[in-house]
């Protein structure tokens, strides 16, 4: 079979590593962001983390099977709209499956119990070399949606917070690709004020690669701070302490979902409104990690069951190798091929139609 693999961004290129290990034996894959080119491939299967809602593949190539990997285990409100686009959704356990099945939440065809194919690495991944020896690492990976990012609550004082009065902690700092990318204007003051925060402090570190894997992060952290970032969920397969930042707007974020995970269990770390408490909270994260072990293995086994072992996309490809038998034929794919490029070259046209008539409707 040909397997499309679609990344938005470059950060996305890790999730589907060991997934296309495990596939390319035995199919043909093509790893793109040109949804050109993808469309020109005629895949049987395409694999996304991304929202499939908004790239209408669907209509490109509208014989082809979608699985849908997800690219964090955030709700933030997406999952009733991206999951109903793919065929085939990928979970980390059964009782995940079940809390969207009560929710009335489900694919086209299916759920897969795979794990979570971007933390393959999770427990294999070598320590960054940028950490000293002998520091006890706190790590800080802050959302970048406004009204749920800690960024702007710790703003020039950030380094200053999170070291607190100790001098036995490196501080890594990963804010969000997006935030990385440093090109929206919303966002960029955001890391201009780490950047000036960080410089000349050989105690701290502020990752700059947007496609830098978060994973050795991680694995090396002895404590993590976030906010509403997926990477909180993440770290619970360490069992390692939390601290979680609230942003006081944050139920007036569109992305705001009570029924996420990332709220349901926000007990499974220090919880913080203001920020003036982190340097304590850090301080008896770091003295006494053992404090909330009981909530965090809950939580894990609840989230990762037996999945947490580093073989989700071993796992993902046996299912996908199981789709041979219900894919389309060439002959249906090559002819439906010119109506996906066709659309493919008017869909820029269509959205600009479509921008340009809801900005008559609003100065209407």
């Known amino acids: 079979?040909?397997?499309?693999?679609?990344?938005?961004?470059?950060?996305?290129?890790?999730?589907?590593a060991s997934t296309i290990s495990a596939l390319e034996g035995a199919h043909r894959c093509l790893a793109t962001s040109d949804t050109g080119e993808l469309t020109r491939f005629r895949p049987h299967v395409i694999v996304a983390g991304e929202d499939l809602t908004y790239l209408h593949l669907r209509a490109h190539l509208p014989f082809t099977r979608f699985v849908h990997t997800r690219h964090g285990l955030a709700n933030k409100g997406t999952p009733a709209r991206s999951f109903r686009a793919a065929d085939y959704v990928c979970l980390t356990s059964d009782y995940v499956r079940d809390e969207f099945l009560a929710q009335g939440i489900r694919p086209r065809r299916a759920y897969w119990v795979t794990g979570y194919v971007q933390m393959d690495n999770l427990f294999s991944a070598g320590r960054p070399p940028q950490i000293p020896a002998g520091r006890k690492v706190v790590l800080y990976a802050p959302t970048w949606h406004d009204g749920l990012s800690s960024l702007p609550l710790l703003g020039e004082r950030v380094v200053e917070l999170l070291h607190g009065d100790r001098s036995d902690t490196f501080v890594a700092i990963k804010p969000h690709p997006l935030v990385q990318e440093?090109?929206?204007?919303?966002?960029?003051?955001?890391?201009?004020?780490?950047?000036?925060?960080?410089?000349?402090?050989?105690?701290?570190?502020?990752?700059?690669?947007?496609?830098?894997?978060?994973?050795?992060?991680?694995?090396a952290a002895d404590v993590l701070v976030s906010d509403a970032s997926s990477v909180q969920l993440e770290y619970l397969a360490l069992d390692r302490p939390l601290v979680l930042i609230d942003n006081p707007e944050h139920t007036r974020s569109p992305h705001y979902d009570p029924k996420g995970l990332e709220w349901a269990w926000r007990d499974m770390g220090e919880r913080l409104s203001d920020v003036a408490h982190l340097p304590a909270a850090l301080a008896t994260a770091l003295d006494d990690p053992r404090q909330r072990h009981e909530k965090r293995a809950l939580y894990r086994e609840r989230l990762f069951g037996a999945q947490c072992d580093g073989r989700s996309g071993e796992r993902l490809a046996q299912r996908i190798d199981q789709l041979e038998s219900e894919v389309a034929s060439e002959a249906q794919l090559l002819a439906v091929s010119p109506f996906g490029r066709a659309f493919h070259t008017c869909l820029p046209h269509l959205r600009n139609a479509s921008r340009t008539f809801k900005r008559l409707l609003r100065s209407a």
Request: hydrophobic share 40%.
């Open 182 to 219: 440093g090109k929206d204007p919303r966002l960029a003051p955001w890391l201009d004020t780490l950047r000036r925060a960080c410089a000349g402090r050989p105690d701290t570190y502020l990752i700059e690669n947007r496609a830098e894997d978060i994973m050795p992060w991680l694995k």
């Open 1 to 16: 079979m040909r397997i499309g693999i679609y990344y938005r961004h470059s950060f996305h290129q890790a999730i589907f």
